[in-house]
């Protein structure tokens, strides 16, 4: 089959791989029939996510037709059209019965490399390092899913693809990060970040009472798409004092929660962000916190900051004092995808909210290389992109 | 499971600098007379059902890291058959010395086996509601390059590996009712 591969920072190609087999009684292959690229993929695509071999499949957004199952899985037949969520989850642990199926203790073989850096293992991912599995990514014609019993979700009615495909990652995504901030009616809230994530985070914001959203990017269209899409106040962050501003916005009290959709890559002028700039490069901090700091400045009192964007290592010169003297509840993590997938599939079909308009550009698996530099260097007005194998 | 030497490589030189002050703060595995390690994990299945997994010859070999095969040779003695880390095959023969249903699974190394060593499984009651804590334990006596070098003839692994990746194999296959396995199999 033809797959899009990692084979090093910025070098994306699209090869002939051996089809996927079934491995697991509880497996099913997929034939892909719409698949994207995520932010998070840039991590890798910037070489900032250890544990890639060249000739890994990647990828982790992807929906599909079923087209083999193993004799484990009972409730999906050969035919049926699924949206495959990103973690690999078993279902029977217990942060899988909890519900918090990202924290999944049984899906990652490799977790003894995670183990020795974190100190603990979450949940295996679809193309995303041998760290997280080894598992071959969904940017292909067809994949392999573990566990097909409690992941992927039938879709039964005629939506479009584009419709449903971003349940496998970005609209849970979003949504939990406004869901976690506890949001009540009359609330303010400030996200950073109008990429997919913070578009997705804007909408369930408003979705779940917020009487006011403030959205903060640097690139132009995004912040169109914010206001266009979402009905977000978008703001340059060059443009303002973004802490003052968001006062200004809020009668002096800061906004009631702060989302993160930007993580470990974020970008600013301070003298401070390009210190985390030369720290990073030299490897002594990994990641650019930015986005933190400023959000537990800007954050009102007793409110709640919501990390959606992916930190993978230590950060330096947290404003903690600021966090513990405010009361500030801190509340993140990776997505727990299956909880939401029903609740948002039906809110799709009411219409609450249609995410096949962030779409900007579509083409074939074949384009993946000129699509990913597109995606990565803001360019043409990309704000996500869709392939079809 | 199959992972290729680069990936873990990678994977290593990634886990090195963040693991250094867990490994820092880790006690030694090996002392000046043998090498041990235990490990504990919570699985949410019933003391009896955990326990009689674990002591099922045709089923331990499943999930501890370099067991091929048992062979039940009788009165308590099996013959434990390990890939070995150069793959070549070693045979140990081991005696059960403790098996409580439920509880606890015991053994040690018979006086024919090349090194003297044992482990055991230990299963209690985890918090309501959670299922059981089991705890591996295993050991090598003798001085401790001796011990150490016993255990990568049989794993090509630390103690403390074996015991973990053993155990999380253990919970998986009795949680989820399999192994994850990675495509990089295919590769």
């Given at each position: 089959m033809r797959a899009v591969t990692w084979q090093g920072t910025h070098k994306i190609s699209v090869e002939n791989v051996p089809d996927p087999q079934l491995l697991n009684r509880r497996d099913a292959i997929v034939k892909i029939t719409s698949t994207a690229i995520c932010g998070s993929d840039l991590h890798f695509y910037d070489g900032r996510m250890p544990g890639f071999e060249k000739g890994d499949i990647v990828g982790h957004e992807f929906m599909g037709e079923v087209i083999e199952i193993g004799d484990g899985v009972t409730n999906l037949e050969v035919g049926d059209r699924v949206v495959v969520p990103f973690p690999i989850s078993c279902g029977a642990c217990e942060p899988c019965v909890r519900g918090e199926t990202?924290?999944?203790?049984?899906?990652?073989?490799?977790?003894?490399?995670?183990?020795?850096?974190?100190?603990?293992?979450?949940?295996?991912?679809?193309?995303?390092?041998?760290?997280?599995?080894?598992?071959?990514?969904?940017q292909a014609e067809y994949?392999?899913?573990?566990?097909?019993?409690?992941?992927?979700?039938?879709i039964e009615s005629n939506l479009s693809d584009e419709k449903v495909l971003f349940l496998s990652d970005i609209l849970p995504t979003g949504y939990q990060a406004a869901e976690q901030c506890g949001i009540k009616p009359g609330d303010v809230i400030a996200v950073w970040g109008c990429g997919p994530v913070g578009l997705f985070a804007i909408k369930?914001?408003?979705?779940?009472?917020?009487?006011?959203?403030?959205?903060?990017?640097?690139?132009?269209?995004?912040?169109?798409?914010?206001?266009?899409?979402?009905?977000?106040?978008?703001?340059?962050?060059?443009?303002?004092?973004?802490?003052?501003?968001?006062?200004?916005?809020?009668?002096?009290?800061?906004?009631?929660?702060?989302?993160?959709?930007?993580?470990?890559?974020?970008?600013a002028t301070s003298a401070l962000a390009a210190l985390d700039e030369i720290k990073q490069f030299a490897k002594v901090e990994?990641?650019?916190?930015?986005?933190?700091?400023?959000?537990?400045?800007?954050?009102?009192?007793?409110?709640?900051?919501?990390?959606?964007?992916?930190?993978?290592?230590?950060?330096?010169?947290?404003?903690?004092?600021?966090?513990?003297?405010?009361?500030?509840?801190?509340?993140?993590?990776?997505?727990?995808?299956?909880?939401?997938?029903?609740?948002?599939?039906?809110?799709?079909?009411?219409?609450?909210?249609?995410?096949?308009?962030?779409?900007?550009?579509?083409?074939?698996?074949?384009?993946?290389?000129a699509a990913y530099k597109t995606f990565h260097d803001h360019a043409d007005g990309c704000e996500k992109v869709v392939m079809t194998p | 499971m199959i992972i290729s030497s680069k990936a873990i490589a990678i994977g290593?030189?990634?886990?090195?600098?963040?693991?250094?002050?867990?490994?820092?703060?880790?006690?030694?595995?090996?002392?000046?007379?043998?090498?041990?390690?235990?490990?504990?994990?919570?699985?949410?299945?019933?003391?009896?059902?955990?326990?009689?997994?674990?002591?099922?010859p045709d089923l331990l070999p499943q999930f501890f890291r370099g067991l091929e095969a048992i062979e039940t040779l009788g009165d308590g003695r099996q013959r434990w058959i390990f890939s070995g880390s150069a793959h070549r095959a070693m045979a140990v023969e081991i005696d059960v010395v403790d098996d409580v249903d439920g509880q606890r699974f015991e053994w040690k190394t018979a006086s024919t086996a090349?090194?003297?060593?044992?482990?055991?499984?230990?299963?209690?009651?985890?918090?309501?509601?959670?299922?059981?804590?089991?705890?591996?334990?295993?050991?090598?006596?003798?001085?401790?390059?001796?011990?150490?070098?016993?255990f990568h003839r049989l794993f090509g692994a630390s103690p403390a590996q074996i015991a973990m990746e053993s155990l999380r194999s253990f919970k998986a296959l009795m949680e989820a009712g399999e192994i994850p396995v990675s495509d990089a199999v295919l590769a």
């Open positions: 990202s924290l999944c203790d049984n899906s990652n073989p490799n977790a003894y490399l995670v183990e020795a850096a974190y100190g603990y293992s979450p949940a295996a991912l679809y193309g995303y390092s041998h760290l997280f599995g080894g598992y071959a990514g969904g994949a392999r899913v573990p566990f097909a019993d409690f992941g992927p979700i039938k369930s914001a408003y979705l779940l009472g917020a009487a006011k959203v403030i959205a903060f990017d640097h690139v132009g269209y995004r912040r169109e798409k914010a206001r266009t899409f979402g009905g977000a106040i978008a703001v340059d962050p060059k443009d303002v004092n973004v802490v003052e501003f968001l006062k200004e916005q809020t009668g002096g009290r800061g906004p009631d929660a702060c989302i993160d959709a930007v993580g470990m890559e974020s970008h990994q990641d650019r916190p930015h986005v933190l700091r400023e959000m537990i400045q800007a954050c009102g009192k007793g409110g709640t900051i919501s990390l959606a964007g992916v930190y993978t290592g230590y950060v330096d010169m947290i404003p903690m004092g600021t966090a513990f003297g405010k009361g500030l509840t801190f509340k993140m993590g990776q997505t727990n995808v299956h909880k939401y997938l029903r609740p948002l599939l039906e809110r799709i079909e009411r219409g609450d909210l249609d995410p096949a308009a962030i779409v900007t550009h579509r083409c074939s698996l074949e384009d993946a290389p | 290593a030189a990634a886990a090195a600098g963040l693991g250094l002050l867990a490994l820092a703060l880790r006690k030694k595995d090996v002392t000046s007379d043998r090498a041990r390690a235990s490990r504990t994990v919570t699985i949410r299945r019933d003391a009896g059902d955990v326990q009689r997994t674990f002591r099922d090349p090194f003297s060593g044992g482990g055991s499984l230990s299963v209690v009651p985890a918090p309501e509601g959670r299922g059981v804590q089991a705890r591996l334990a295993l050991h090598v006596e003798g001085p401790a390059a001796k011990a150490q070098a016993a």
